[in-house]
């Protein structure tokens, strides 16, 4: 593996990709938030917002995949008793159904069910580490951030969705602990198009205040040389 850092197109300057440092954390690509007929739909989302991420995804875990590096998944949920749900999630929003309940595919949000699970255009390789998390940040009462300090990771590349729910708080996490975040626009996505907007400039602003924000042809063409 090339270990030379390549300065790629970002802002709100170029972000220094190290690969040998650097991990793909793709945030809960999951079929309940995702897929029409799932849950995010149910409660009346656009999912097509989320689906033009999709592809993207794709040709990005395919670059990663190919060069070698280490990739990882997220998928928000709960245990099947919710004794990891805190009682002010579970009634927020005044939903008829909330998470635990059943739903279009399986009980919502529980680990274990198909609605929860990875949509199969991303779906993990055995040996990529996939992350259950139980809140919106993927280092909340996760293993993640000792498993990326073990693997020597300084970098993470963070797609997924939403972006200024998932992302944002993983971004935010993962920058207090000391990660420089690399955020590929076109491969997070937000039901609401403003969301979309004001999430990526809120991670960029102030001098990269929470890290950069690019695209993924840029690290896809970095990649093609390692
Ligand atoms: N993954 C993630 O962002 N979970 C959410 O609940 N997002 C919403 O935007 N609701």
Same mark, same amino acid.
């Given at each position: 593996m090339n270990t030379k850092a390549i300065e790629i197109a970002a802002e709100p300057y170029p972000f220094l990709f190290d690969p040998a440092v650097?991990?793909?954390? &793709? &945030? *809960? @690509? $999951? =079929? *309940?938030?995702? /897929?029409?007929?799932?849950?995010? /739909? @149910?409660?009346?989302?656009?999912?097509? $917002?989320? =689906? =033009?991420? &999709? /592809?993207p995804n794709r040709r990005l875990l395919a670059a990663w995949r190919e060069a070698g590096l280490l990739a990882m998944h997220t998928r928000e949920g709960h245990r099947a008793d919710l004794a990891d749900l805190p009682p002010c999630k579970k009634i927020r929003g005044r939903a008829a159904q909330s998470i635990g309940d059943s739903g279009p595919m399986g009980r919502i949000l529980i680990r274990g069910e198909a609605g929860q699970d990875i949509i199969s255009e991303l779906y993990p390789l055995p040996g990529e580490p996939v992350i259950d998390k139980p809140g919106k940040g993927a280092f909340w009462a996760t293993d993640l951030h000792a498993i990326l300090q073990h693997k020597g990771i300084r970098q993470l590349v963070v797609t997924g969705v939403t972006t200024e729910v998932c992302v944002n708080t993983t971004v935010r996490e993962a920058n207090d602990r000391g990660y420089d975040c690399y955020v590929p626009e076109d491969c997070v996505g937000s039901y609401y198009p403003e969301f979309q907007d004001y999430g990526l400039r809120m991670i960029k602003a102030q001098g990269g205040i929470f890290g950069w924000v690019g695209r993924s042809d840029s690290l896809i063409a970095a990649l093609k040389p390692i």
């Open positions: 650097c991990a793909l954390l &793709i &945030i *809960d @690509m $999951q =079929r *309940d938030f995702l /897929e029409p007929g799932g849950f995010g /739909e @149910m409660l009346g989302n656009d999912v097509s $917002q989320l =689906r =033009r991420t &999709i /592809e």
